[in-house]
């Protein structure tokens, strides 16, 4: 199938698929294009492709540019292999509002300006607005998809807040019961991992007029369903997970791929370096965003979100790295749960690289019940009496700060040449020495901290000249466990890049 003017095919990526599905023996195809081409909106699609015959599915995401889960679940579901039919994403439908994180289509005039609305009207001529919208619906027509799927984002729950449709699957044909029996499955999918019944998926009656599923509803004859997670005190990680969770169900039903298939698979492609990054229970802050900032120096890497379901699933499997910044250790592991903290260290020991931050280094400890017991330090952390306050733990040492921090010779070698102290960020990151747990390697010091903070009389003292960056072994992977927040500096992201590089084993 070609679509003259409106994208360029790359080269065919052909997958045998036995791996996966032993009794098919099928093959599918890996092709990718895009639309808009040449102009300011110009954005990706990718076409997979079974050799059995089935239904077609287009997904789209990023329509709406601050809803970035739906993005984000769309470009992991295009990895998917698929028993039959051909599955078509658009993942990110709308670049400058995905980038600068604003709903609409930027600099357009009001009438155009929101993508969702630019589709042709219930009753009105067969034409779309804005050059993407045209675009999009072109692409659209010439699918004649029998299922469109768009996945968005609302900013409460419904069942909470009634004005908001986030938590909800909308039908643009509600009574039509070639979807209704489906939206039963996905709700009860992904409401099956929801504790808090306020906070279920529920359906809700019909799509907006001039949206892409209610055109393609009316015009293509497509099942047409849009997805809404909810961003309200919700990681990314959960809301691409809910999404790829109903994407799931519904292709159960259509026989697209096995039961209980797995909704985190290895990303295709030629990529130098796959990253985990958690951002789930026991983080707080920027840290995940300033993670990315940094992953953005690394050429040919890619970063996906990741939560405790995904990590107890296997999900580290696909990576390189897994990345855990600050927030609080305890908390971490404590969402990680048994089986979590098992995966992690199960990857680290088979050759994956582990970064922890503050928090993240603290999990990586080896003197906690919680700790993944990973590297061989101990941290500064018993409590003592002060005088009028009563009992402390020492590893508060109050609120965010600037210490100096110097890197030694081998943290020059991975980390890149400062030949003097440097500021850095700190905020409650670990104090290490030496554990002594027998059969764990000791750890390597890659930087010091050359000045101090201290809420407490007993601390003074007992910072300056601890390591601030280490790195140990831990079967075959790398750890890399940093105690201040070099990420949080746009002047030293790159040592970050190269660190995170250096435990890939690149």
């Not at 768009?150 to 039908?171: M, P, R």
């Amino acid at each position: 199938m070609r679509f003259p003017g409106f994208f360029a095919w790359s080269a065919f990526l052909f997958l045998g698929v036995a791996q996966f599905f032993p009794s098919l023996r099928a093959e599918i195809s890996f092709t990718e294009g895009t639309l808009g081409e040449g102009t300011r909106w110009e954005t990706p699609f990718h076409v997979i492709e079974s050799n059995h015959p089935g239904p077609t599915v287009l997904i789209t995401g990023g329509l709406h540019g601050n809803e970035p889960a739906g993005a984000r679940a769309a470009e992991q579901i295009r990895h998917w292999p698929i028993l039959r039919g051909r599955l078509v994403v658009l993942p990110r439908a709308n670049q400058p509002g995905l980038r600068a994180g604003t709903r609409h289509l930027p600099k357009l005039a009001k009438e155009e300006a929101d993508l969702n609305r630019n589709f042709p009207r219930t009753g009105a001529d067969d034409e779309a607005r804005s050059v993407i919208g045209q675009a999009v619906w072109t692409f659209a027509r010439k699918l004649k998809p029998n299922w469109v799927v768009d996945l968005h984002e609302g900013y409460h729950f419904h069942q909470i807040q009634s004005k908001s449709v986030g938590s909800t699957i909308l039908a643009s044909r509600p009574g039509d019961q070639r979807t209704r029996p489906v939206v039963i499955r996905m709700l009860a999918a992904v409401n099956a991992t929801i504790a808090d019944p306020d906070k279920h998926f529920v359906p809700l009656r019909g799509t907006a007029n001039g949206s892409l599923t209610r055109a393609a509803a009316e015009r293509l004859g497509s099942n047409s369903l849009i997805l809404e997670t909810t961003t309200r005190e919700q990681p990314l990680s959960l809301r691409t997970r809910q999404h790829r969770l109903m994407v799931r169900a519904l292709f159960e039903n259509l026989g697209m791929v096995p039961k209980d298939a797995l909704t985190m698979t290895r990303p295709q492609g030629e990529l130098n370096l796959r990253v985990a990054l958690y951002d789930s229970g026991g983080v707080g802050g920027s840290g995940p965003r300033n993670v990315q900032e940094v992953m953005k120096a690394i050429p040919q890497s890619l970063t996906w979100r990741v939560g405790p379901s995904d990590i107890r699933e296997g999900a580290l499997s696909h990576f390189d790295v897994v990345i855990f910044p600050g927030g609080s250790g305890s908390k971490q592991a404590a969402a990680l749960g048994i089986e979590g903290r098992r995966q992690v260290c199960t990857f680290v020991e088979r050759g994956g690289g582990f970064v922890g931050i503050c928090a993240g280094a603290y999990l990586a400890a080896a003197n906690y019940k919680w700790s993944l017991k990973i590297c061989n330090y101990k941290t500064f952390c018993e409590a003592r009496e002060i005088p009028g306050v009563g009992r402390k733990s020492m590893w508060y040492r109050g609120p965010s700060s600037t210490v100096e921090m110097e890197l030694t010779n081998e943290g020059r070698r991975i980390l890149g040449d400062r030949a003097a102290s440097f500021p850095v960020r700190y905020h409650n990151g670990p104090i290490v020495s030496p554990a002594g747990i027998d059969g764990l390697p000791g750890y390597q010091v890659l930087a010091w901290f050359r000045s101090e903070v201290a809420h407490y009389e007993p601390q003074k003292g007992t910072m300056v000249n601890t390591p601030a960056i280490i790195t140990g072994a831990f079967g075959k992977g790398r750890v890399l466990s940093i105690s201040p927040h070099p990420e949080s500096s746009k002047a030293l992201r790159s040592m970050v890049a190269r660190g995170i590089q250096w435990v890939s084993g690149n």
